[in-house]
């Protein structure tokens, strides 16, 4: 049991450093030169960022993380109905046992 924890734990540290690492790189895109022009005169929002990168920001950020999210709680939501629908079934089949006794 103990090894499985340890294994649970070791896995969710990987998966948010990764996170970590994910967002870290996404974010600090445009500081490695995504989007290289001539500096203009103005500066207006649509003028400094590419709407490629803006397009990539969007579903990098946003869409995808949302996506992931929802799976995850799909499965959470999944684990506890399953735990719960057993739990009645004990709840139940413990209740029997004890009208069987008298």
Known sequence: MKIRTTNKVFKSHVIISLCWLAGSIIGFLPLFGWHEKPQIDTCLFTKVMDYD???F???AT???PALIM?????HIYRVIVKQH???IY???FTELDK???C
């Open 53 to 55: 990168y803006l397009v």
């Open 57 to 59: 920001l969007y579903f």
């Open 62 to 64: 946003i869409i995808t």
């Open 70 to 74: 929802l799976g995850f709680y799909a």
């Open 85 to 87: 629908e057993s739990y």
């Open 90 to 92: 004990l709840t139940r």
């Open 99 to 101: 009208y069987e006794e």
